[in-house]
């Protein structure tokens, strides 16, 4: 079946740093690949998506590159900020339309 | 938009009461999942719907959990008897044909059973 596998966490940084948060997955077919982010007390929101191979999805400054011969979908961003602080959820759907298998979430601490 | 409203956003309760928590999804979807999170399992979908139909409660844990959807603009999950180990954040979400999967999740209900 469909699962996605993210580094372990928790992930301490400075702020600027650089920020990489892998992520692979497996699935049959061509799965539509996302990046959600939780902040302390809410639920989650997208952070940013790609449908295709190759395709690269961008928000905040944050980007990840849909990498269909690793299997991969790692989110990057080059200079963290304090506000970036929270957990980090990649996920992948398409063989059940509507419906999303989540990795288990990397806790993200960016300090002053 | 309000986005996916979901009620209450606390609940407290005492091992054995009933629990009944509430879901608004955002008009014109027409798919909604029920999540539960905790820290030891992350996040588990319990079920969803389409069109207000199950389509897949695999991951509802007992009998003690139910969930239905009336209509387009409501659903609930309710949890008879409660128990301690069901503490844990509940969340709804929302997605339809046209946000190519993409899904909006509610603020959740903080769950404590006592």
């Given at each position: 079946g469909d699962s996605v596998t993210q580094m372990e966490g928790p992930v301490t940084l400075s702020e600027e740093a650089f920020l990489t948060i892998n992520c692979t997955y497996t699935a049959t077919g061509y799965p539509s690949l996302f990046w959600y982010v939780q902040y302390p007390g809410e639920g989650l929101q997208l952070l940013l998506k790609a449908t295709k191979a190759d395709d690269k999805g961008s928000n905040k400054g944050f980007e990840a590159t849909y990498r269909k011969e690793t299997t991969s979908f790692h989110l990057e961003k080059g200079s963290v900020q304090v506000s970036d602080s929270a957990v980090y959820f990649c996920a992948l759907g398409g063989t059940s339309y509507g419906k999303l298998t989540f990795g288990q979430g990397t806790i993200l601490t960016v300090h002053p | 938009d309000a986005g996916v409203i979901q009620s209450p956003r606390h609940e407290v309760t005492e091992m054995g009461q009933e629990v009944t928590l509430r879901c608004k999804p955002i008009s014109g979807h027409d798919y909604l999942f029920w999540y539960r999170q905790t820290m030891m399992r992350g996040l588990e979908l319990l079920i969803y719907f389409n069109n207000n139909v199950?389509?897949?409660?695999?991951?509802?844990?007992?009998?003690?959990f139910s969930a239905k959807m009336p209509n387009a603009s409501f659903s609930t999950l309710k949890i008879?008897?409660?128990?301690?180990?069901?503490s844990a954040v509940y969340f709804c979400a929302s997605t339809s044909g046209l946000s190519q999967e993409t899904q909006y999740f509610g603020p959740g209900t903080r769950l404590l059973v006592l």
């Open positions: - | 199950p389509i897949d409660d695999s991951g509802m844990p007992e009998d003690r008879q008897p409660s128990e301690p180990r069901d």
